[in-house]
């Protein structure tokens, strides 16, 4: 199995391979499990399995549900070439618990990561069913790693996303006389045709802000909420292209403190650590 970095210059920088920007968050992950001696995971919107080695090299027995019947197939098989057992992958939707009453059977579980699942679901009451699922996966005092699109980041994109942004949400109550003065006077200033206008992600949904997250897990009964930032950038991504070694570089060495406020602005994206209730005695994980 891989042996896990525990630091993000333990992570080469070689331009040629994707941004591995999952492997910045789980850092938190894999410190987290070490320091609380956490014995098991489970891994809401498992995908591929591609995080799967990271946690089963961290000593920990991993489980994981997908609400996509591929996804299922994809980990099941990605377990099976690490030598876990596959049937710990299973069919399931965070946004209802009859659906993963399956993996549900073999918790409650000391960890929880979910990645790329809760830009899924922005709508306010399957998202507050979704944080009450995650609470009733993991032990009392169990940690959850949620990770979230950072809106914020598209202050520094100087694209459409910071168009969006700035038009609907930070000046969305303005009257429109103003709005159209400021909209005119943007168009010109940004990229506006970056990203492409069709293919994943080409607007602002899917995108929270990280000052307002935090409330939705202590509204959820989580204590010790916590802003992780990761997959940092250097400089505004469409300029990344003029010198892709040298920005990864600059990239890989802001992802070493995660607590800056510069992830605010310079990362896009973010875990939210957060601790599920201890119960009536007091019992860790
Ligand atoms: C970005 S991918 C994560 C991939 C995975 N972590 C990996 O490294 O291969 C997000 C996954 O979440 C799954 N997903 C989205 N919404 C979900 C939900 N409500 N419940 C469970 N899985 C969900 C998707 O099917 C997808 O496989």
Known sequence: MNS?????????????TPYPANAFAFHSVTATARETGAKTLVE???????????????GLEVFGFDNNPEMVGNSQAKAAELRLPADRFALG???????????????????LVAMGVL???????PRRAALTNVRSL??????AFI??????????????????????????EVP?????????DLRPRLEMERPPRSGPGVTMSGFDNPLEVPALFTEAGFTDVETIYF?????????????????RAACHALEEDGSSWRGMFLASAFLIKARAPLDDSGNTP
């Open 119 to 125: 830009p899924h679901i922005p709508d306010p009451a």
């Open 44 to 58: 809401v919107g498992v995908g591929h399995g591609n995080a799967l080695s990271t946690f089963a090299s961290s």
């Open 176 to 184: 429109e006389s103003i709005r159209s003065v400021v909209a005119a």
């Open 138 to 143: 993991l032990k009392p005092g169990g940690y």
């Open 4 to 16: 896990v970095p525990t630091s993000a210059s333990q992570i080469a920088p070689d331009h040629t």
């Open 231 to 247: 997959h940092f950038h250097a400089g505004p991504p469409f300029l990344e292209e003029r010198d892709p070694a040298g920005f």
């Open 147 to 172: 990770e979230f699109r950072n809106s914020l980041f598209s202050l520094f994109t100087f694209n459409r996303y910071t168009f969006e942004f700035i038009m609907d949400d930070l000046l969305a």
């Open 93 to 111: 939707s965070l946004e209802d618990e009859a659906t993963f009453a399956e993996t549900a059977a073999s918790g409650p579980f000391d960890l």
